[in-house]
Structures are given as structure tokens and as C-alpha cells.
């Protein structure tokens, strides 16, 4: 049963913490994405990684690591020097992010992250 | 990079039609429009994917002009599950970077 997969659901953390949100595809995908959505906004993209070993700073990645050390992994580090990390954390994945291309996104069920 | 702007909310009744209107005045040459459907609490579905003039499938029309600076969803026969926001994303091939509308509230009342 293919699908992608976030974990926890949820997730509170004492200020000043690093966490580290998992995301797991096994639909053979090479490009993987992650989100931050705000209450009543918009998805702003963090990081992107087209491939293994390779990844992409997004719009707002200041105060975020990722890493892509397998192709069915793509984990997302909230750092102390994210100024305000308490959001809902959405990881994608897509067959290939070719230049002008943007194929589907498959999207998993979200983190939401509380800093408290 | 193309920036989006959506309606924030529309009401609708349950088997009418419905057209949400994405507006992307600078839209590049190599982007592609994609729409998406959130529920709360959810990630985004994917619903319908184009480039330039119509694309239909089995849930959506997407509907392009030639200019490619707006583009309009259009849903036949809503129903009650059908409230969810709806994105639109334009797809800037030139820098890989992916941004999202504002997302418009679509709620379908009986």
C-alpha cells in the first residue's frame, strides 16, 4: 500500500529545542518537498530535494536543516533559530521535478508542531 | 517568480456549478498551473493540472485564456463534501520554486 507517511500527528516541544519531523515515501519518488501552512494561510515551501544527496533552500528554510541521505527519506530539523516554529508541517513527494515541469504532489497528513 | 492572488471564500449550494478564479499576472513562459483541495487538518489533493487552454478530467475543468495571467476551476455539481480550501500553485520551471495561492474557502451549503 503506497502512500506517504509523517509522524507524530503532533508534536510540543519546550522553546529553544531542535526537533526533527519524519517524512517517509515509498511510492519511488524522486523529489520530495516540505511545507510550513500557517492558520489561514497558504503553503510556504521550506526545502526541496530533487534527489538523493541534493536538496534546495525554499522561501523561508532560515532556521530549518533537512537532509536526503536515502530516496524514501526526507526528515525536517526545526531549529532554535526558528523564530516561530509553531506551525503545520506538510511533507510531499513527486515522481521528478523537471525544470518547468511540476508533476503531482503527493502530499502526507501533516505535523503540527507546538513550541511552548 | 508569479505571485497568486484568490478569492478568499465562496458560498455555493449543493448541485450548482462553481468556477474559482486564480489571478497570476506574472506568470513565466515555462510555468505550469496546478489546483489543489485541503481539507481541514489535511494535506492538499491533487485536483487538476494545465498549461494553456482547457484541460478537463474526471472531477475539474481548468481554464486557461491566452495571456495565461488568470485561470479558473470550475467544479459541476458541488456537493456537501466538496467544502475544503482550494489552492492554486504556479510552477516556476526557470527556478524550481513552487508558489502557492492564498487558497479560497469554498463552502457548499445544502
Known amino acids: 500500500d503506497g502512500g506517504i507517511t509523517q509522524s507524530p500527528k503532533y508534536l510540543f516541544r519546550k522553546e529553544g529545542q531542535n526537533v526533527t519531523l519524519s517524512c517517509e515515501q515509498n511510492?519511488?519518488?524522486?523529489?520530495m518537498y516540505w511545507y510550513r501552512q500557517d492558520p489561514g494561510q497558504g503553503l510556504r515551501l521550506i526545502y526541496y530535494s530533487q534527489i538523493v544527496n541534493d536538496f534546495q533552500k525554499g522561501d523561508i528554510a532560515e532556521g530549518y536543516s533537512v537532509s536526503r541521505e536515502k530516496k524514501e527519506s526526507f526528515p525536517l530539523t526545526v531549529t532554535s533559530a526558528q523564530k516561530n516554529p509553531t506551525a503545520f508541517y506538510l511533507c510531499?513527494?513527486?515522481?521528478?521535478?523537471?525544470?518547468?515541469?511540476?508533476?503531482?504532489?503527493?502530499f502526507g497528513p501533516g505535523t503540527r508542531l507546538t513550541v511552548l | 517568480l508569479a505571485k497568486t492572488t484568490q478569492p478568499i471564500s465562496m458560498d455555493s449550494y449543493e448541485g450548482q456549478e462553481v468556477n474559482i478564479t486564480c489571478s497570476h499576472n506574472n506568470i513565466a513562459t515555462n510555468d505550469y498551473i496546478t489546483w489543489y483541495q485541503q481539507f481541514p487538518s489535511q494535506g492538499p489533493r491533487f485536483i487538476i493540472q494545465g498549461y494553456k487552454t482547457k484541460v478537463t478530467n474526471e472531477v475539474a475543468s481548468l481554464f486557461i485564456p491566452a495571456d495565461r495571467k488568470s485561470s479558473t476551476l470550475s467544479l459541476p455539481r458541488v456537493s456537501l463534501s466538496d467544502t475544503a480550501v482550494y489552492y492554486c500553485l504556479v510552477g516556476s520551471g526557470a527556478t524550481n520554486k513552487l508558489i502557492f495561492g492564498t487558497g479560497t474557502l469554498l463552502a457548499v451549503q445544502p
Open positions: 510531499a513527494s513527486s515522481i521528478s521535478q523537471l525544470a518547468g515541469v511540476h508533476n503531482e504532489q503527493f
Open positions: 511510492l519511488n519518488h524522486d523529489a
